[in-house]
Structure formats: structure tokens, C-alpha cells
């Protein structure tokens, strides 16, 4: 496929703008005009006085029909008070998209800087890229806002949890994982909001609030599944990214979900909207709905009898925008019959109208503001582009490597058949929720740059419904020097509103694979494009299949970085964010239970209570090189300051698990200092991954290991780095009971440091403030 535009086009103007001294679009102001003399000196338009109290000033002025206008994603222009029309619906997943009607692209702004799909970020598990995209999507956003062309808030990222394999919307996840999740959601909005202490340079949004991990599954959809889940797997799973994205990312909105969960929509539950997510995380922003929701749990879940019951049943659990036109409906009919006060309405606006201020929408000119001079020249530029590039090196992940027969060398390995449907895409490489991007480098490409090339796809598309190109692929493989089989997945097979079905290769693509590599005359590499696991024991097993890559979806530079680490210009070092399971895993297991542990009867979900076997496990991931690690300093033994425990319960405290609310937690980590020592000969960059397994009889109910901590470094062949990684005991050696209560288990916690090192940690409870029986 042709790139959207040309490259070098592109590139030719942005020289032109830059050597005019090109500053940003100026666009009308949204509100507060300068030449507005009627709205000049009202308080709502002083930028000096304090948010709450513009606010304030502006909500009174409204009508109850104006307010009820701006509680939808399409909110109405108030002319009167020189407010323009505003449609709240952007995204920006892994680069400004246009799936929103917030933002479009064309003119001056033909495409936006598309980066790897959100799985195959995560697999880089380095928190400093993932805050550096933010940053620079959020700059190519404010540039098209100021453009006239984008809006200022964002329904990015979505953090819920790949709970299970065949989910559709898997790949825009950061995996399984919560603290991975969460260190994800916290640092990708941290790089789109900006540091700019209150303002807001543009506004994230961490959804789908919670529980939400199904489309479409065996006649059971989104729209009507009912999420039985425990107090214990909403605590210490499915809430975890959220909380974070809340407290530690300081996010700007929090979007509810389609679902119910245990029997409530949860866009009209009180008690995770007002009580959960606003008043114990604390969240300084609004909470909008995914798109229809408040109709769906009218219409679909029939949940109230009437369409004003919804409507009230939403703002008042804390609801404070509707992406769909049902509050703008029924909202002023809920007022006037007496299911909601008109004081619910103006809590709902104050949450929207203090993020529009905090966004500067009402400043007056764009242009004189911060961010102000962002334009054309700042999208797609070289280095954001060369981030891009950056990222999908980072995030592919080494599956196997017999021999070595990777890397590749170009003297040795001059003819390369280059075979499968994936090998010579484009807009697949951007998984779903993308953009146009600035321009493509198909895997066939970037093959190009190193060897002579023989392409066959070998299957039409990758549903691989017939045998009928296999015989041509065969015979190209055969006199290659070498050959790479790029497969796996796309939009087609999963997708939102399309779970899959297996986990197996789709059509025929495993009996292409298994014969061309048995045909090929030199080393056989398998290339995996995918979202979410496949069961590919046969190639694993399979000593004609040397090696494996999975590049997730790698973004517009996804071939590039393909070929690159294919012929050693790149040292791969991504580990994956999600466990590999086989097929047989998914025997008689509905994707509409929700438990996650085990039990005798049903497997588990993910690494932390799945004990079963799997095909590649989560954090697996080899490099061409060897890394070992040796703890330098690390406690052995770590007191627990406990408050509030009766006398006759203390000379039990150093056998129980505390709970979090009676242990003085503050700042309450362990420091561990880590050696890392690159063994081989090739410089490379190493993850480190710490994971905690909790004292033994610590009850079937704690996982068998969590994630702990990770960082990220590089290390030059034959040298050593030391990395220093913290963890707060309380919020991530504690374990939830099965009341949902999080507690610190007392004694010695393993920590695993990698494949290769462990170290014990000793905890103690500390009894302080004894209250006397």
C-alpha cells in the first residue's frame, strides 16, 4: 500500500513553514474573546481569580436548558455568553486518532505520528518512553487544536486488564498485569497532561471503569453482560490501573463502562463514581460515559423505567458527561419532575467546566497562551518520528532463538524470501484506535534495505481460507539464503466487537509456516503480528522454525524496526506484558467468568494465579546477548510501624497480615540495588523485572507471585550498570483477602529478581499506640 501522503512532500513543507517562522494556526478563542466586549469583564473570564470561583460565576449564569446543553460529548455553543460549541470526543490511544469527531485530519495537519500499538509499548516496560509518547501526542495535539482541526480531551488510554487471551480490545491494553497497567496509565497521562502544575495541556481520560473485558462472546455482548466479580478481584485487579491513573497519574476524567458490574450499570453506581473514584482516589476532573452507555442500561439492560429515571440515576452516582445525546434528552424532564435537583446538574458542570479552565479555554486568544505556538511543524516532525521508530524496537519481543540463527547478516544473507500475509502491510502495523499516520514502512520495506527480496504471501489475507499460494511460497523458500515468515493476526480476527474465537493461527497459516520451513534452505525466522497470545507450540517445537519474533503491532516504523532487529542494527529487548497460553487452556472456560484465582475446577487468569502450562510465559524475552544479575544492597529484614491493635491480639502480630489501614504506611519502601552485567559481546538495553512471591500459608487466596517493581537500562558488551528499583511495601507487597481488605503478610517475602537471583525479605510488625483490651 502507498504511504497516506509523501514523506518527502511532507517534509518539504515543514522546511517552508519553518524557514517562514511558522507559529501555530491562530483559532477563534472557544470563549472569553478580547474583542467580546459583553464578556470582558465577567469574573468567569478573569484568568486571575481562582478556578472554583469562575466557575461558579459562570454556572449561575446559565439557564437550566444551557446547563442541560453541555452535559453531552457534543455540548451546545452558548452565544449569549460568547461560548462556542465544544464535541468532547477525542482519542489519542498511541498517537492523535481520528475515531473521535473531535479531530480530523486534512489541510495542514494530513496525518499524526502513529506508534505502536499500546501491547506492544508495554512490552518495552521502560515507564520514561511511554511518558515521552505522551508528550509528544500531546504536542501534536495542541498543534491541531490551535490548527482548528483537534480537540483538547482525550479518551485515552484504556487500562483495563487482558483478563482473558481471545479479548478484541487486548492489544490497547497494557496486558495483564495491574502494576504494569497502572505504571502505564500514570506515566503515559502524566507525558499528555503536561507539568504545568494545574493547567492542563491537554486532558486524559483512563477507561473502561471497570471490569470491562468482553465485546462479543458466544452470543453474550458488551452491552448486556452482567460482571459477577468479587470484592477480592475488584480490589487487587480490576481497580488497581484506575486508582493509579487517579492518584499517581492525576488524571483529568475517568470514563465508565458499558457493563454491570454484580448487577448495576456502573455509569448509575454511586458507589464506584461519588465514592470510589472521586471521593477516596480523589479524582480532580469529570467522569463521562463510554459512548451511549446511559441509553444502553435504559434501553439494553432496562435497568430504570423511564428514560428520566437514567438520567437522574447517572448524574446523581456522579456522572458528569454523556457521550450520546441521552442526558441532553431527558435531563431537564428529570429536573422538572422531581427525580433530580437542579443542583446535581451544576455538581456535573463544575467537574466539565473546571477542566475547559484548566485547558485555558477560557483565556481568550490560543495563541497567547502556552502551547500557543504549536503548528504544522510540529507534527510528524524527524524526532517524532524517530520516537516512533524507537518505541517499536523497544516493545518487540526475542521468543526464540536456536543456534543463534538471529541476527541475520547481510554478507551471509543476501536473497531472503520474504513470505506471509503481514509481510507487506501498512495500516495493520497501527492496530485499531489510530490515526492517519505520517507515512509506512511495511516490513517487506524494511527487509529491502539489508537483502534481495523473493515476496509471496502465501495466503490472500490473514484468514489463510485456502492452500492455493503455498506451493509458490515453498518454492521461493527453498534457494533463500534465508527466510522470514511474517504472519499472525489484524483487525479481521480481533478487534473491538470481535473477540476471537481460539488461539490457534488462523486458516492455514500454521501448515504454511510448517511447510515452507521444512522447504527452506537456510534459516527460517517467524515474524508474529498480533494483539493478543497464539498458541504457536508447533513453530516452538519445530527446530526448522529457528526463531521468532512478535512485534504486537509496531506502529508506522513497525518495518523498520522489524528488519532492523531481523539483521542485528538493533539488540531486541522486549519481554512480554501478557501470558502465551496453549489451546487447550480455553477448554470449557467461559470469557464471562470473571474470577481470577484458581480453583479445582477452573484454571486461573493470567500469571499470578494460573498454574498450569503455557506457551511463552509473561515477561519472556531473549536478546542477542546475555545479562546476569547480583543483588548489591537489599534489606533482609523491614519493620512495619502497626497502629491500633488490642493487647491481647499483639504477641500474634508477627503472624498475621496486616491490614494496610492499620500499618503506618507513608513512605514505607524498600530500596533494592541491582547489578546488571552484559556477558556478551553486543551492547543492549535489559529489563529488570521484580516480582514478589508472599510468605508461604499466606492462604490460597494471594497470588503465587505479583510484579513489583522494573526498570529499564542499557548496558555496553562486557560492562556492568546498577539500577535502583523501590518498592512501597504497602501497596505492592500486600495481598486482598477475600473481603476485598488489602493486607501486608508478615514474614519472609521472596523476591525474584529476573530468572536468575532471589532474595528474602523479612517483615515485622511493629506495634505502636497498644489499645488495652
Known amino acids: 500500500m502507498a504511504s497516506p501522503f509523501s514523506l518527502l512532500n511532507l517534509i518539504s513543507v515543514l522546511v517552508l513553514l519553518f524557514l517562514l517562522g511558522y507559529t501555530g494556526e491562530s483559532r477563534d478563542p472557544f470563549a472569553c474573546d478580547p474583542k467580546n466586549s459583553n464578556t470582558n469583564d465577567l469574573p468567569f473570564c478573569k484568568a486571575s481569580l481562582p478556578i472554583t470561583e469562575r466557575v461558579r460565576d459562570l454556572i449561575g449564569r446559565l439557564t437550566l436548558e444551557e446547563k442541560v446543553g453541555l452535559l453531552v460529548d457534543n455540548a451546545a455553543a452558548v452565544p449569549r455568553l460568547g461560548m462556542k460549541g465544544y464535541e468532547w470526543w477525542s482519542e489519542a490511544l498511541h498517537g492523535v486518532s481520528n475515531v473521535g469527531p473531535g479531530t480530523r485530519f486534512g489541510g495542514e495537519f494530513p496525518g499524526a505520528t502513529s506508534f505502536p500499538q499500546v501491547i506492544t509499548t508495554a512490552a518495552s516496560f521502560n515507564a520514561s518512553l511511554w511518558e515521552a509518547i505522551g508528550q509528544v501526542v500531546s504536542d501534536e495535539a495542541r498543534a491541531m487544536y490551535n490548527g482548528g482541526t483537534g480537540g483538547l480531551t482525550y479518551w485515552s488510554p484504556n487500562v483495563n486488564i487482558f483478563r482473558d487471551p481471545r479479548w478484541g480490545r487486548g492489544q490497547e491494553t497494557p496486558g495483564e498485569d495491574p ?6 496509565a500514570a506515566s503515559y497521562v502524566r507525558g499528555l497532561q503536561g507539568a504545568d502544575g494545574n493547567r492542563l495541556k491537554v486532558a486524559a481520560c483512563c477507561k473502561h471503569f471497570t471490569a470491562y473485558d468482553l465485546d462479543n462472546w458466544n452470543g453474550v455482548d458488551r452491552f448486556h453482560f452482567n460482571a459477577q466479580v468479587s470484592k477480592q478481584d475488584i480490589e487487587d485487579t480490576f481497580d488497581v490501573p484506575f486508582r493509579m491513573c487517579v492518584k499517581e497519574g492525576k488524571v483529568a476524567s475517568v470514563m465508565c463502562s458499558y457493563n454491570q458490574v454484580n448487577g448495576v450499570p456502573t455509569c448509575a453506581d454511586p458507589n464506584l463514581l461519588k465514592k470510589t473514584v472521586r471521593a477516596q482516589w480523589g479524582l480532580d476532573g469529570y467522569i463521562v460515559s463510554d459512548c451511549d452507555s446511559v441509553g444502553v442500561f435504559y434501553s439494553s439492560q432496562h435497568y430504570t423505567s423511564t428514560p428520566e429515571e ?15 445525546p441521552f442526558l441532553g434528552l431527558h435531563t431537564q424532564d428529570a429536573v422538572k419532575k422531581g427525580l433530580l435537583a437542579e443542583a446535581h446538574v451544576n455538581g456535573a458542570l463544575a467537574n466539565i467546566l473546571s477542566v475547559q479552565m484548566r485547558l485555558g479555554m477560557f483565556d481568550g486568544e490560543p495563541s497567547a497562551q502556552p502551547y500557543g505556538n504549536l503548528g504544522p511543524r510540529d507534527v510528524c516532525s524527524p524526532a517524532h518520528q524517530q520516537l516512533a521508530l524507537e518505541a517499536a524496537t523497544q516493545g518487540i519481543v526475542l521468543l526464540k532463538n536456536d543456534g543463534p540463527s538471529l ?17 507487506n502491510v501498512t495500516a495493520t502495523m497501527i492496530g485499531n484506535y489510530a490515526g492517519i499516520a505520517c507515512g509506512y514502512t511495511s516490513p517487506l520495506q524494511g527487509i529491502m534495505r539489508y537483502a534481495q527480496t523473493d515476496y509471496h504471501m502465501g495466503c490472500d489475507k490473514v484468514a489463510c481460507i485456502d492452500d492455493k499460494q503455498i506451493g509458490p511460497a515453498i518454492e521461493a523458500a527453498r534457494p533463500a539464503d534465508a527466510t522470514v515468515l511474517i504472519m499472525g493476526l489484524d483487525q479481521s480476527i480481533e478487534a473491538e466487537t470481535v473477540d476471537r474465537v481460539g488461539l490457534l493461527l488462523p486458516g492455514h497459516q500454521q501448515d504454511l509456516i510448517s511447510k515452507v520451513a521444512a522447504a527452506s534452505g537456510g534459516p527460517t525466522i517467524l515474524v508474529l503480528m498480533s494483539g493478543g497470545p497464539v498458541d504457536i507450540t508447533f513453530a516452538k517445537n519445530d527446530p526448522r522454525v529457528s526463531a521468532i519474533l512478535w512485534a504486537g503491532y509496531p506502529g508506522q516504523a513497525g518495518g523498520t524496526a522489524i528488519a532492523d532487529i531481523l539483521f542485528g542494527s538493533s539488540n531486541p529487548g522486549g ?24 480453583s479445582p475446577s477452573y484454571p486461573g487468569r493470567t500469571y499470578r494465579f494460573y498454574k498450569g502450562p503455557v506457551v511463552y510465559p509473561f515477561g519472556h524475552g531473549l536478546t542477542y546477548t546475555h545479562f546476569v544479575h547480583r543483588v548489591a544492597s537489599a ?7 502497626v497502629d491500633g491493635h488490642r493487647r491481647t491480639n499483639n504477641t500474634n502480630l508477627g503472624n498475621k497480615a496486616i491490614r494496610v489501614t492499620h500499618a503506618r504506611c507513608g513512605k514505607l519502601s524498600i ?28 492462604g490460597n487466596w494471594a497470588p503465587q507471585k505479583q510484579l513489583v517493581g522494573f526498570e529499564k537500562v542499557h548496558v555496553p558488551a562486557q560492562a556492568q550498570q546498577q539500577v535502583q528499583i523501590k518498592i512501597h511495601v504497602c501497596k505492592l507487597l500486600s495481598v ?31 506495634a505502636l499506640g497498644i489499645i488495652k483490651s
Open 736 to 766: 486482598v483477602d477475600k473481603s476485598g481488605i488489602r493486607r501486608i503478610p508478615m514474614g519472609e517475602h521472596s523476591l525474584h529478581i529476573g530468572d536468575d537471583v532471589k532474595h528474602s525479605i523479612s517483615l515485622q510488625a511493629q
Open 671 to 698: 530500596t533494592i540495588h541491582v547489578d546488571v552485567k552484559n556477558m556478551g559481546s553486543r551492547d543492549g538495553t535489559h529489563t529488570v523485572l521484580v516480582f514478589s512471591a508472599p510468605p508461604a500459608g499466606g
Open 575 to 598: 519481554k512480554l506484558p501478557m501470558t502465551w497460553y496453549p489451546q487447550e487452556y480455553l477448554r470449557n472456560l467461559a470469557m464471562t467468568n470473571m474470577a481470577m484465582r484458581s
Open 310 to 324: 437514567a438520567a437522574a440515576d447517572a448524574i446523581k452516582a456522579g456522572l458528569d458527561l454523556d457521550c450520546g
Open 635 to 641: 534489606p533482609k529484614l523491614v519493620s512495619v510501624p
Open 179 to 184: 502494576v504494569l497497567a497502572g505504571r502505564y
Open 407 to 423: 541476527p541475520l547478516s547481510p554478507k551471509r544473507h543476501q536473497n531472503v524470501a520474504v513470505i506471509g500475509p503481514n509481510s
